[in-house]
């Protein structure tokens, strides 16, 4: 029972959709009718500005730490899933939310939060480069991806160093969904016609 009751408030902690709550509250705008549509970071940087931005990145970041956290905490200790695990399913949480109609996010944020609860020195070197390809490409899906496939070359050096290998398979499944999430961005970007933010 406590491991069905862990899973589910993971994934009710990723489904919480921060930008479609933070537009509607303090916007009156639904988010889902602007932009690109989607429920995430930069389109709430594109359609509503810098601060909205910054809180739903740091809002869907936290979804994915809080579940690791939970997994960690006393109450859940004889579960005996491993705290990633649950991680992943506030990721599937985030992308497929039951409060938004399952139309969620691209997984990104939420994914480095889950790194955030469970090694935050690769959570520090995710951000890092982030914010290098973010600069160079001026593209967050293109940013994204790189992320996506640094963060693995990251957990094979974390593999090397401590021995765990489930974080290493945890980053290459969330990469996975990064990629998948993605798929209309990479057609825009063989295309030519990816957006480039304007508010570096």
Do not use: Q
């Amino acid at each position: 029972m406590e491991i069905i009751l862990l899973l589910v408030l993971a994934y009710l902690i990723g489904s919480l959709p921060s930008a479609l709550w933070i537009g509607k509250l303090f916007y009156k705008t639904d988010i889902r009718e602007h932009g690109s549509g989607n429920m995430g970071a930069t389109n709430t940087f594109r359609v509503l500005g810098k601060k909205a931005g910054i809180a739903v990145t740091v809002f869907d970041i936290l979804k994915g730490t809080a579940a690791v956290l939970l997994a960690f905490s006393p109450y859940f200790a004889n579960t005996h899933i491993h705290p990633l695990v649950v991680g992943v399913v506030a990721v599937v949480g985030h992308m497929f939310p039951v409060f938004a109609k399952f139309k969620g996010g691209k997984a990104v944020a939420t994914s480095g939060g889950v790194l955030l609860g469970y090694s935050w020195p690769i959570f520090v070197l995710v951000v890092l480069t982030f914010v290098i390809a973010l600069k160079l490409t001026k593209m967050v899906s293109l940013t994204s991806m790189i992320v996506a496939v640094m963060g693995a070359i990251y957990g094979i050096i974390y593999y090397f160093i401590t021995g765990d290998i489930y974080l290493e398979l945890v980053i290459v499944l969330m990469g996975a969904f990064i990629f998948y999430r993605h798929r209309d961005n990479i057609a825009r970007i063989k295309a030519g016609t990816e957006p480039k933010v304007k508010w570096l």
